[in-house]
């Protein structure tokens, strides 16, 4: 089993609508990262963060440092936001998530 | 100016050979990271790098060597490269360590025949 796990692993969504993507993991860790990787391309980190919230422009991520869970949200989704988000959790170790294919329908 | 800069993008090559993939950040982090991306594009640390300390992840083969000349490069160099270590490798720094944003390179496609 994964030290960090992902759902759902894929998801499809109409352009527009409000998409939630969920990061759990077993291990303690002092940061969480969520990651964008768009099809046949780099890797870019979307927030890294620690406690409580982030957000930037549609995007939002949270962290519950007691359940040991973060979502990423995605308000009023776009085409351009089909990308493959990964999460990874950094203690003494680097935890990745398995990733979470989207998929934004026009 | 790219922030963290890997070359080359692609490399083919024959079972048996050693290669050796560079990278290059200019954004003056202090710590610099390779991952490997398999086929079903799951990410996994290789090593890190931070103020000439070195923490490797114990599952990495040993014929995989990182190679820091400054603070600015982190070389890898593999030898006798076989078949399994086929996929994209990614380059990446961060400001203080492992709790810092990470900034990727556009990662090298080894393909080995």
């Known amino acids: 089993k994964n030290e960090v796990e992902q759902s759902p692993q894929n998801l499809t969504a109409q352009e527009g609508e409000f998409i939630t993507i969920n990061c759990s993991y077993s291990v303690g860790i002092s940061a969480l990262h969520w990651l964008q990787q768009h099809p046949g391309g780099g890797i870019v980190s979307l927030f890294m963060l620690s406690s409580g919230k982030k957000k930037h422009g549609r995007l939002i991520a949270t962290i519950n440092i007691q359940e040991k869970h973060s979502s990423l949200h995605i308000t009023a989704s776009h085409p351009r936001d089909s990308a493959v988000y990964i999460c990874?959790?950094?203690?003494?170790?680097?935890?990745f998530g398995t990733g979470t294919s989207l998929t934004v329908i026009p | 100016d790219t922030a963290v800069s890997q070359t080359p993008k692609y490399l083919v090559t024959q079972m048996g050979n050693d290669k050796s993939i560079k990278c290059e950040q200019n954004l003056g982090h202090d710590t610099m990271y390779w991952y490997k991306q398999d086929s079903k594009k799951f990410l996994k640390i290789m090593f890190s790098?931070?103020?000439?300390?070195?923490?490797i992840n114990e599952t990495v083969p040993n014929r995989f060597s990182p190679k820091s000349p400054d603070k600015a490069h982190l070389n890898l160099h593999i030898n006798s490269l076989e078949l399994g270590d086929s996929a994209v490798y990614f380059c990446?720094?961060?400001?203080?360590?492992?709790?810092?944003?990470?900034?990727f390179g556009e990662g090298s496609r080894l393909t080995v025949l």
């Open positions: 990446a720094s961060s400001r203080g360590g492992w709790t810092g944003e990470l900034f």
């Open positions: 790098y931070n103020n000439k300390e070195l923490i």
């Open positions: 990874a959790g950094t203690g003494n170790q680097f935890y």
